[in-house]
């Protein structure tokens, strides 16, 4: 049973750090008030990126930078569209989904089902034999850190700086931010790309470290679970921590019961992870109704400076 | 730099703006979609021969295209119903998928005497759709859970479900794939009309169409309908019945997609596979705003959208395109044609230096 | 100090807005040291001008100069270098944030502050130097209309403006705030600076201001008359073009009660209240005024009076019969008719045709054709015959409502809501952003109703109309009715001080 329990917490990070990456990228683009639901293509698209990438002969760092610099062209694309052509949030967040996934599949025919040799875990030398902490802090591989790192750096940013501050009255009121000074277009653009570069880092991180390998429909709605645990996250970086690491623990633990060679319905326990997505955004609704609404106040709604009220 | 722009909503944009912006953004997607196809190895001539010619200028290929066009306009019309209502329907597969389910527990089991076999499977497929999407429905309107999220992660559970009972109870035991027992000619397979592959399916569509359309312009439903689309709350306000209103459409938009899985089910593939459903979901939303929910322009969309994916199916085998570049080439032709609609709905002012 | 040049000048500006011109060669001035009024009707464009001087709008034609320099005001941050600020009409705050916080967003790039604290900092010495008092830590959206004023006005001179442009800031404050507000920016002036007042209020050009400027459509039509020597009826008249009658209030015999609200209350879905035990009595025939500051609840109780939304308790009765609360239906077949303050919000459907718009409330109850035909024949034919008898001008039975002025808008929903069997009219700032002539119209039209015997409630955040209108007069403050006086014993100051909170 220890082995059981160690193996499964060993894996959790492995899980929850993909969602954890994508939830931050939706959190900073909400933040500007702009709801991005084109994350599963943009994950599908930095997949697919970073394994074609490895399997033409880069290097894993340049593979990440690849797929990170796919997922900031993806999201720049729907960012044009919604801020600078005000089209419809949630239409242009679909068609960004349908897209990535189309580009993914175009893009990787003839790479799928080919393993790569991913990230490996971080020599942390005598710190990794620690019993329990060891292998589950210490025996990870280097993006699961970089992860952590992103999560302090954008809970950061967004909430403890000057420019963070300006992003957010972006999100909360837009006329009063313009009127402030503050170029509406350019933060929400750049909330956008920015959003969009964690998303393709959290894509990359499925293909090349949790994978590592690519097939279509990889991302198996990830992207959709990162958006339910921004909202289950209230918008907040540390809570989204938090929520990653309950479905990351949801997601690894089926593997670890398949393995135990169990005898359960396989596909009913795969779907855990879609219905406990569905939990969390329907308990705090139920219990919790309209109070603390932390949604940023201006999100789905595009800006128009000289709109006449 | 971005200063130097200024924009000014038009209150009223002319017929001939918005058909100019139209066909400024079909021309745009066409342009960029030929480019993805040329950088993925398909020739221009054999593009315009497959995706033009073939499809709707010969006769087999218009019958595939025909073929084709059955489930597209069912789910067309299913996304227009709820989207019209801001009731986002992502879930279009997942109904399919519930609905096909059905369906086949009612041709698997012999359910109902053989005459009344057809009928039951169209009923229980449209029950299965609608309970689908009553989950979301619900949990909107009585909790404000939102629907966009909700709908799509059913479409998983409905998938995982399908595969349950694929390499299941239902696993073809004479072949061992994963896919249901092949449904019985003449009792629970749509006749064909002897044109291609054609199937009684396409009275179907084209019945839900007609039906639809008479619905949305005639009806006191269809006033309700507009009204609550419009604006909800006066709506409210004025005495309508917007929740009656928005269970009703959602409900047919379920039931119509449930409908379209049956009809690929019972008209094509005569077993539930694990490929009936898939990318059927953006499809129906990329008719659903191009016919800008009216029922009969859904039915004129799904027929072309009908030609794109016989064209797909012919570059899938010539030239090894996966099937997601249809979901590309959709994808880049609705956003052109959003964006398009930009120019339409803002005057672009120039920003004027005062003189000094 | 002593100046040459004019603070602020402003001439031959035209703005278009999709083809309609809000600005058809304005010109404007403002001294250093004088409060100017801005004054004229709404849709007269004074705040379309104020937006072009302080470069929130491009104009399309016309010339700017401040201080004797011509210069363009590209974007607000360039009027800021100008010395120029704005106190909008819809503050320019946020809601989440707190007092610092929109301090540090408004003022950090300029004073070169960066965490709120500091900028809480330079609010606290600012504030004592105006005497204003202010807590930085607050959140915007606890804190009063009036004090966010002062944050707006404190923002202001924070970022250096000389030259202040204030929209209407007293459309939302008691007598009382507004006096006060109106004092500090004497105060201003007398420091040296060149205050803009935009407002429709003559009793504040005649009170506070040294000079005025009337617009009408577009144009100046009395260019920087000093305000001495003006009587009430000039600006009137010049604001208007022609005098309007005031609608005449016959006395009227008052039937027997016919509505009865007894405690009601409405729970706000974060705790607390919004109505709180709300009771009153309406009479056949009587106008019953709620006066309040926005936000002590007004919407709120409208929306229970209509059947909008729920109620936690209470009971509303209509001529002895209970209405089931919470259902618009049950009380539109009571006879409950309702004149939003938003029309295109709660009333009409912007995308509709009048005709659609007008026949809407019919539909469910069959007048206009069977389940399976709609009879739009019918509801053009009904609308005609309303748009005559209302004189809803510009507009076919086919016309999208939304291209309707507001006037004719609120014009073609009143003639929709005042149809046959109704017994109650619950009004809610129906003239709000209206003009003059209009707002005197739907009055007219609520006094005609009020004659035949209806119930009319009347909420409404604007004193003079409530005052003007109501046989009977009580005041809303958090939540609930603090005072209630027949209109003969009703007094300003009385009013004023139970409006505030001071009862």
């Known amino acids: ?309 | 730099m971005l200063d130097l722009f200024y924009l000014v909503s038009r209150q009223q944009v002319p017929a001939w703006l918005r058909l100019l912006t139209f066909v400024a953004g079909l021309s745009t997607g066409l342009l960029l979609c030929t480019v993805v196809l040329v950088l993925s190895g398909v020739s221009l001539s054999d593009a315009v021969n497959e995706f033009v010619y073939f499809v709707f200028f010969n006769e087999i290929g218009l019958a595939q295209t025909f073929t084709a066009f059955v489930p597209l306009a069912l789910v067309g019309l299913a996304a227009a119903a709820a989207i019209k209502l801001r009731f986002w329907n992502i879930g279009v597969e997942g109904q399919m998928w519930v609905g096909a389910i059905l369906a086949t527990w009612v041709a698997t089991y012999d359910i109902g005497p053989p005459w009344l076999r057809l009928v039951l499977m169209f009923v229980m497929a449209a029950v299965g759709g609608s309970l689908w999407i009553a989950v979301p429905a619900v949990l909107k309107l009585r909790f404000g859970v939102n629907e966009i999220i909700t709908t799509l992660l059913l479409t998983y559970v409905a998938f995982l479900l399908v595969q349950h009972l694929l390499f299941g109870v239902w696993r073809d035991a004479d072949t061992g794939f994963p896919a249901s027992p092949a449904y019985e000619p003449g009792v629970e397979q749509l006749a064909k009309l002897g044109w291609g592959n054609l199937h009684q399916g396409v009275w179907v569509a084209l019945g839900a169409g007609v039906i639809w359309w008479w619905l949305m312009s005639m009806s006191r439903f269809g006033f309700f309908m507009d009204a609550v689309g419009a604006n909800a709350m006066a709506a409210k306000a004025s005495g309508l019945p917007v929740v009656a209103t928005i269970v009703g459409a959602v409900i047919l938009s379920g039931g119509l997609a449930g409908v379209a899985g049956l009809v690929i089910v019972a008209g094509q593939e005569y077993r539930l596979t694990q490929h009936i459903a898939v990318g059927y979901t953006f499809s129906s939303i990329v008719i659903a705003f191009i016919a800008r929910f009216n029922p009969i322009g859904c039915l004129v969309v799904a027929l072309i959208v009908g030609g794109v994916y016989t064209a797909g199916d012919t570059l899938k085998v010539f030239y090894q395109l996966p099937s997601a570049t249809i979901t590309l080439l959709e994808s880049i032709i609705l956003l052109s044609l959003l964006v398009a609609e930009f120019f339409g709905r803002y005057h672009i002012g120039i920003r004027r230096k005062v003189p000094a | 100090m002593k100046h040459h040049h004019k603070a602020l000048e402003l001439a031959g500006i035209c703005k278009e807005f999709d083809g309609r011109p809000a600005l058809a060669g304005a010109h404007f001035e403002v001294e250093w040291g004088e409060v100017h009024a801005l004054l004229g009707e709404n849709g007269a464009g004074k705040s379309t001008l104020m937006n072009v001087a302080c470069g929130l709008y491009a104009p399309d034609a016309g010339t700017m100069a401040v201080n004797g320099v011509h210069s363009p005001v590209a974007g607000p941050a360039d009027a800021a270098r100008h010395g120029i600020g704005m106190v909008h009409q819809h503050f320019r705050l946020v809601g989440r944030f707190t007092v610092a916080e929109n301090i540090l967003l408004a003022c950090g790039e300029a004073l070169g502050v960066r965490t709120s604290a500091a900028a809480a900092e330079l609010l606290r010495e600012k504030s004592k130097e105006l005497s204003l008092e202010i807590d930085p830590d607050k959140r915007i959206d606890e804190i009063s209309v009036a004090e966010q004023q002062r944050v707006e006005v404190l923002k202001m001179l924070l970022l250096g403006a000389r030259i202040l442009i204030l929209d209407e800031p007293t459309a939302v404050l008691t007598d009382q705030e507004a006096a006060s507000v109106l004092q500090l920016l004497r105060n201003m002036a007398g420091d040296g600076c060149a205050v803009v007042l935009i407002t429709h209020k003559l009793r504040e050009v005649l009170g506070y201001s040294d000079r005025v400027t009337v617009m009408r459509d577009g144009q100046t039509v009395l260019a920087s008359s000093s305000a001495e020597g003006l009587t009430r009826e000039d600006l009137a008249r010049s604001m208007v073009g022609a005098s309007t009658p005031t609608p005449k209030r016959e006395s009227k015999h008052l039937g027997d009660v016919s509505l009865k609200v007894a405690g009601l209350t409405v729970k706000r879905s974060s705790g607390g209240c919004d109505v709180e035990g709300v009771s009153f009595e309406v009479r056949g025939g009587e106008i019953y005024g709620i006066a309040g500051v926005g936000g002590n609840g007004q919407p709120q109780l409208v929306d229970a009076l209509i059947g909008f939304s729920p109620v936690a308790e209470g009971e509303i009765t209509i001529d002895g019969n209970t209405v089931d609360t919470g259902n618009v239906k049950a009380f539109r077949s009571n006879g409950f008719r309702f004149v939003p303050a938003d029309r295109f919000d709660t009333g009409l459907i912007a995308d509709f045709s009048a005709a659609e718009n007008f026949a809407m409330t019919g539909v469910p109850d069959g007048r206009y054709g069977n389940w399976a035909r709609v009879d739009r024949k019918r509801m053009r034919q009904h609308v005609e015959g309303a748009i005559e008898r209302y004189q809803i001008q510009g507009c076919l039975a086919s016309t999208k409502s939304r291209l309707l002025s507001g006037g004719n808008a609120q014009k073609l929903l009143i003639a929709r809501e005042l149809g046959e069997d109704m017994s109650v009219i619950v009004a809610h700032s129906p003239t709000r952003g209206l003009d003059i002539q209009a707002a005197s119209t739907v009055h007219s039209l609520l006094l005609n109703a009020a004659a035949k015997g209806i119930a009319c409630v009347l909420v409404s955040e604007d004193l003079e109309e409530v005052l003007a209108l109501s046989d009977t007069v009580s005041v809303m403050s958090r939540g609930r009715l603090v005072g209630e006086f027949a209109i003969k014993d009703a007094s300003r100051e009385r009013i004023g001080e139970l409006m505030l909170g001071h009862a």
Not at chain 1, 52 to 77: E, K, N, R
Not at chain 1, 105 to 115: A, D, I, M, Q, S
Not at chain 1, 161 to 185: Q, Y
Not at chain 1, 205 to 231: C, D, K, N, T
Request: charged letters at 10%; hydrophobic letters at 55%.
């Open chain 1, 1 to 309: 049973m220890d082995t059981f329990i160690l193996n499964w917490l060993i894996s959790v990070p492995l899980f929850a750090a993909p969602l954890l990456i994508a939830c931050l990228g939706v959190i900073v683009t909400a933040r500007a008030g702009v709801l991005n639901l084109g994350v599963e293509g943009i994950m599908a698209l930095s997949a697919a990126a970073g394994v074609v990438s490895v399997l033409q002969g880069g290097s894993l760092w340049w593979a990440l930078a690849v797929a990170v610099l796919c997922g900031m062209l993806l999201s720049a694309v729907f960012g044009i569209a919604t801020v600078v052509f005000k089209t419809d949030q949630v239409l242009s967040g679909l068609i960004i989904v349908a897209m990535g996934e189309g580009l993914s599949g175009v893009l990787g025919r003839g790479f799928t089902h080919r393993p790569i040799t991913g990230f490996e875990s971080v020599d942390f030398g005598f710190l990794h034999d620690l019993p329990w902490v060891g292998p589950i802090v210490f025996g990870q591989d280097i993006l699961v850190y970089v992860t952590v790192l992103l999560v302090a750096l954008t809970g950061y940013g967004v909430h403890k700086t000057f420019t963070g501050l300006r992003l957010r009255a972006v999100g909360e009121n837009p006329s009063t931010a313009d009127t402030a000074g503050v170029n509406v277009t350019i933060y929400r653009l750049g909330a956008v790309i920015i959003g969009g570069a964690l998303c393709g880092f959290a894509g990359a991180y499925l293909s090349l470290s949790a994978g590592q390998v690519w097939v279509e429909h990889m991302v198996a709605g990830r992207g959709w679970i990162a958006i339910a645990l921004a909202i289950f996250a209230r918008w907040m970086p540390w809570r989204a921590v938090v929520g990653a690491l309950i479905f990351g623990g949801t997601e690894a633990i089926i593997p670890r019961i398949q393995a135990t060679g169990a005898d359960v319905p396989v596909y009913f326990l795969m779907m855990l992870p879609y219905l406990l997505t569905l939990a969390v955004l329907i308990i705090p609704a139920i219990t919790s109704r309209g109070s603390q609404d932390d949604t940023p106040a201006a999100l789905l709604t595009n800006y128009l400076r000289e709109d006449r009220h």
